[in-house]
Structure formats: structure tokens, C-alpha cells
């Protein structure tokens, strides 16, 4: 494969990174990036001393990625061919500890030894094919996506960054996770109190350590919002703000940035093509000024039923959904939402998204993929 356009930033040899680790480690509980260590031959004892002095856990599958890695490249070899690869690779690389690269995860006092970066995308790439060719992951690896809202959004980038659709993504969300959230978002108790951009990252680093990752812990606003845009190729856009969803629509328009909006309610689906529909007037007209911001409405019912606009309007969503908003802020807590509605909507966006990404003619489209409408009902 050539050259990515991802990878790691910075690459430490054994000596920076005994330099620094103490300090990585005590910046663990906001860090989200991973930290890349090339080992010399014969340098692992010292590696091995080293992360025990500062309780962390070392981890090596770096056998069992070799072996992958053979069986992609040799799809019909046999084992002594197979076998004769990976001996080829750790001779060039002098031992096996030096393979490839070595990443440490801060926040969890874990480092792990990985593929370098070519191969690591060859194999976790690998299961895409054809329905991803690899000029056309090649492709990919050169696109910055974007999303904003990290309920829904962060499933969604999650879902991006799995079919590896970009080599570099940004994140924005200024909320924290709290425990009513797990019962949608791919988090655990022990995660509560972070803010949902860097465990939206962390999720990430975790299945491609070599995408590049921005965040924004603070949210998109109006002051950073040009900043936040600068570069995408795509924005994911699953934000509460009413006054931001219009904004950033319009700055879509004007730099001819394509937007993908799913809400989790009846498969509510929005294909904003500005790249190639630039006079698309911003959510295909049916938001024609910005709204007013949360704190302006009298009641938590009132801004939900104004922000029910973004899914097809109060009497497009379901029955179910209206019950539920009408006793926000008396008998219910808040927005209700479920985790197999959050996934699909995910899914949706994934799906548009590697075509848009593709370079693929998308045409503009508003409306409910509702699964009850989709599949019969069985009649009394």
C-alpha cells in the first residue's frame, strides 16, 4: 500500500519516552491521544522495566497480528509461505519487539505493540473488501469528517471511524456522560463525569490508534464554529443547540460542505448535499431563520417540542415519543431516546456518509425510513 495520509504524529524512541511518561500519565484523565514508541533491537527488557516502575500494563499480540497480517497478503499460501513472511518482516526489523510500533493509552496505563500503520489499516481493512476497494480506502484515508452531538453523532463516528471512511476526525461536545445516558451510548459506569468528545475518542483510539483526532471539549459555538469547519469534508450534524444547527447549515452552504443529520426517531433521515446542491436552502427550507437558543423557552416541553422541527415535526414523530415529551419536566426526566434507534440512525449515517466521502451524486433528501412502515403488520 503507499504512503497514508494518517498516522501517528510523533513517534518516540525509548529514551523520549522515558523523558516523558511521568507526565503523560499525570495528564491521563483528560488525555485522548495515544503516544507511538519505536523500540530498537533488543531494547524490550528496558521497556518491560520501565512500565513496571510506573504500573503500566504492557500487552503483546503482536504474534497474532503477524499471522493476520500474512493471511491477507497470502490469501491461497500455505503455512510455510505464511510463515515465511513474517520471518521476512522481523529480520528487516531486526527482532520481533521491534516490529511495528508501540502505543501507550494514558488513561487506562496500558501499552500495547501494534502493526506499524500500513499494515495495521491492510488487516483491520481487510474484511471490506470489495465492498471497499482498497484504492478506495486509499481514498478515504485522506478525509476530515466532522460531528457535532455526541449521543447520536457519537455512534455515528464511531460507525466512521470503524469502516475506516476518513484519516482524520473532529469531535465536538461540551455535555458529560451521565448515567441516564447509558441506556443508548457505548459507554460504561465507569466512564461517567467524562466529556463525551474524549470518550468518543477513546472509542476511536481503541480500534485505530493511526487516525488523526481533534475534539473540542467545549462544544461548537458561534466563536469557534469557522475553526471547527475549517477542512471537513463531511459533518455529521447531531447538535440540541437550534441556533447552531441553522448556523452551521449555512456556513455548509457556503463552503459547499456536504451534512448528514439522523434523528433516532422513525428512521428520521436528512441528506444535505451542499457540494453539489449549493442553492439547497438549509435543512431544505423547513428552518428558514435561526431559533431561538434553550434558555428561551418558558419550559424544558416547550424547547422539545421546538427542536421536534428537526425530526419531521411534532405530529411526524411517534405517538409513543409525544407521550413521552409531554411529561418532560413533570413526569419524565428527559428527551427520550433508545439505543436500537440511536444504532440505525448511526447506520444511516455511516451508509450516506462513504458515499458522499466516495465522491458519490447524493441527492437531497428529508424525510422517515420508519421500520413499522417499512415491514407488514400482521392483521387481526
Not at 205 to 229: Q, W
Not at 277 to 297: E, K
Not at 350 to 366: I, N, Q, Y
Request: charged share 25%; with cysteine; hydrophobic share 45%.
Amino acid at each position: 500500500m503507499t504512503a497514508l495520509a494518517a498516522g501517528p504524529r510523533e513517534v518516540c524512541d525509548l529514551a523520549a519516552f522515558r523523558a516523558r511518561v511521568a507526565a503523560l500519565l499525570a495528564d491521563a484523565p483528560s488525555s485522548y491521544q495515544p503516544v507511538f514508541i519505536q523500540l530498537r533491537p533488543g531494547e524490550r527488557p528496558a521497556l518491560e522495566a520501565l512500565c513496571l516502575g510506573h504500573a503500566v500494563t504492557l500487552v503483546d499480540s503482536i504474534q497474532r497480528q503477524l499471522a493476520d497480517l500474512a493471511a491477507v497478503r497470502l490469501p491461497g499460501g500455505t503455512v510455510e509461505e505464511r510463515a515465511r513472511c513474517n520471518t521476512d518482516l522481523v529480520d528487516r526489523a531486526g527482532d520481533v519487539d521491534a516490529c511495528g510500533l508501540w502505543v501507550l493509552l494514558p488513561w487506562e496505563r496500558r501499552i500495547a505493540h501494534l502493526l506499524d500503520p500500513e499494515a495495521y489499516l491492510e488487516v483491520i481493512t481487510s474484511r471490506n473488501r470489495e465492498k471497499i476497494t482498497r484504492d478506495e480506502q486509499r481514498l478515504l484515508r485522506t478525509r476530515r469528517v466532522g460531528a457535532v452531538g455526541l449521543s447520536v453523532g457519537g455512534e455515528a463516528a464511531v460507525a466512521v471511524a470503524q469502516e475506516h471512511l476518513c484519516g482524520e476526525m473532529v469531535l465536538a461536545d461540551f455535555d458529560a456522560l451521565d448515567l441516564s445516558n447509558l441506556n443508548r451510548l457505548g459507554a460504561g459506569f465507569d466512564d461517567l463525569g467524562l466529556n463525551k468528545a474524549i470518550l468518543v475518542a477513546r472509542r476511536i483510539v481503541k480500534i485505530d490508534p493511526y487516525l488523526r483526532l481533534r475534539v473540542y471539549t467545549e462544544g461548537v459555538t458561534h466563536t469557534n464554529v469557522d475553526a471547527f469547519l475549517d477542512g471537513l469534508d463531511l459533518l455529521l450534524e447531531e447538535c440540541d443547540s437550534l441556533p447552531l444547527k441553522y448556523l452551521m447549515r449555512e456556513k455548509a452552504r457556503a463552503r459547499r460542505l456536504n451534512i448528514i443529520f439522523a434523528g433516532d426517531e422513525r428512521g428520521f433521515l436528512s441528506l444535505e448535499p451542499y457540494g453539489t446542491h449549493p442553492q439547497l436552502p438549509a435543512f431544505h427550507g423547513r428552518v428558514t431563520g435561526p431559533q431561538p437558543p434553550r434558555d428561551a423557552y418558558a419550559t424544558p416541553g416547550e424547547f422539545l417540542r421546538a427542536l421536534t422541527v428537526w425530526l419531521g415535526g411534532w405530529d411526524a414523530i411517534s405517538e409513543r415519543s409525544r407521550r413521552s415529551l409531554e411529561g418532560v419536566g413533570t413526569t419524565v426526566g428527559g428527551y427520550p431516546q433508545l439505543a436500537g434507534e440511536a444504532r440505525l440512525a448511526a447506520g444511516q449515517l455511516a451508509w450516506f456518509a462513504r458515499k458522499l466521502l466516495l465522491g458519490e451524486t447524493v441527492e437531497p433528501f428529508v424525510g422517515h425510513l420508519d421500520l413499522d412502515e417499512l415491514v407488514a403488520r400482521p392483521t387481526a
